[in-house]
């Protein structure tokens, strides 16, 4: 049994048991919105393009947040100052949580001192992105994340973000696979092999329709179309997001200077947004690995309309 089943089971147990602090409070911030996707689908660029919106602000990959609404909810009977500690410690750079550089002292003294309502899930998830934002000298009404691990624990994420918003943001997954080709298997866990990569865009595109049975304020975007066609695009997902109407510069993107953005595979944000990498896995896929990923591909891709 995997941790994610493990970890849900226990939160099932759990969730019949009484809370002594809540996962939502009456005076909650406003929802924030998710972008999911497999990875290597253009969520970096969809990133940085909704930067530079006024009211939006989106940090770089983040993987603690599945972590704090399972770990909330597992220690929720601890004494504050513990439960407080437990969760400020997920968030320690050093430990692979995410891919900021900040300064969280004051964050971390604020989570476990905190009072009342404040003591709410959302409260702190909410608190963690706005002190980093602030950092960065971003104050947005909304925040929203690209984290490509979020699709992983959706689950987790719709039961504490019930009515944020979703855009689902898809690649063809011929491209995904071969975008991960030569990748470090410490770093992608596996997702360098084309097969385990081919099961993991399969698993990632049923995430879809499942928040779409439940739903969820949803919308699909492909990359071919944002690269292609990027101010029509940009434009639908400012307006779905319902931020006032300001213009993007759909040519370039502001590229921080933070390890982050140094990574080979974001050498392409630095360029003008182009097209050339659709159908990129022609040149890079050989015939056997077709035919191992195909069968695996086939029946989403249909659903997505990547093959007739």
Not at 36 to 58: C, D, E, K, P, Y
Request: net charge neutral; hydrophobic share 40%.
């Amino acid at each position: 049994m995997n941790k994610r089943r493990l970890g849900r089971l226990l939160l099932g147990f759990l969730s019949a048991l009484p809370k002594k602090y809540p996962i939502r409070t009456q005076g909650d911030p406003p929802d924030p919105f998710f972008i999911i996707n497999a990875g290597r689908s253009g969520s970096t660029l969809l990133n940085r393009l909704l930067n530079q919106h006024s009211a939006a602000f989106l940090p770089p990959e983040q993987y603690f947040l599945h972590n704090l609404i399972i770990k909330f909810q597992l220690y929720n009977w601890m004494l504050w100052r513990d439960l407080g500690k437990v969760l400020a410690g997920e968030l320690v750079s050093s430990l692979g949580a995410h891919a900021w550089e900040w300064d969280y002292e004051k964050t971390f003294r604020d989570i476990v001192l905190a009072e009342g309502e404040d003591r709410s899930l959302r409260r702190i998830v909410d608190k963690v992105i706005r002190d980093y934002a602030v950092q960065t000298g971003a104050s947005p009404a909304f925040w929203g994340d690209t984290t490509p691990l979020n699709a992983q624990y959706i689950n987790e994420l719709f039961s504490v973000y019930p009515k944020a918003k979703y855009i689902f943001l898809v690649r063809d997954g011929r491209d995904v696979v071969a975008s991960y080709q030569g990748g470090s298997h410490e770093v992608h866990q596996g997702l360098s092999e084309h097969v385990e990569c081919a099961k993991h865009w399969r698993d990632v595109a049923r995430v879809y329709r499942w928040l779409e049975k439940r739903g969820a304020a949803l919308r699909l975007v492909k990359y071919e179309d944002l690269v292609a066609d990027t101010s029509t695009v940009m434009a639908g997902i400012v307006d779905f997001l319902g931020l006032d109407g300001e213009s993007l510069d759909t040519n370039k993107v502001d590229v921080p200077d933070i390890p982050f953005y140094a990574l080979p595979h974001h050498e392409e944000l630095r360029k003008p947004i182009h097209d050339q990498r659709i159908g990129r896995w022609k040149s890079i896929l050989s015939a056997q690995q077709l035919d191992q990923i195909m069968p695996i591909l086939e029946r989403p891709m249909k659903d997505f309309d990547y093959l007739g």
